[in-house]
């Protein structure tokens, strides 16, 4: 129910946007979230949107470089990533669900996409 696009092969220093579609009624009522998983690393937070996009939340390695958004009417979510760096490289994925208290309750996942950056 959930579908990214975007990823892709870029240089450091470059700016690629991921999208992520979501299929079904939940999406206005969810916060919405990314996540990635580098090699041999575990899955990390990245970053969170409400649902009304009052609230967002970032890790402190993307602060300042990313930023998430989110259109309700395209039952859309995205990942604008500038200044990339090599470590940043992953799979990234989107995620839905709840936020409470600064805790995340992730309920439906995205197949993830491929984001790499070269030196």
């Known amino acids: 129910q959930l579908a990214e696009s975007g990823g892709g092969l870029v240089q450091a220093g470059d700016s690629l946007k991921l999208s992520c579609k979501a299929s079904?009624?939940?999406?206005?009522?969810?916060?919405m979230g990314w996540f990635r998983q580098a090699p041999r690393k575990g899955r990390e937070f990245v970053a969170a949107?409400?649902?009304?996009?009052?609230?967002?939340r970032y890790t402190d390695s993307v602060e300042g470089r990313f930023t998430i958004s989110r259109d309700n009417d395209k039952n859309e979510v995205y990942l604008q990533m500038d200044t990339l760096k090599p470590k940043d490289t992953a799979v990234y994925y989107c995620?839905?669900?709840?936020?409470?208290?600064?805790?995340?309750?992730?309920?439906?996942w995205g197949q993830g996409a491929q984001v790499t950056v070269s030196p």
């Open positions: 079904g009624r939940f999406f206005s009522s969810r916060a």
């Open positions: 995620t839905a669900g709840y936020v409470h208290n600064g805790i995340g309750a992730w309920e439906y």
């Open positions: 949107i409400s649902m009304n996009s009052d609230s967002t």
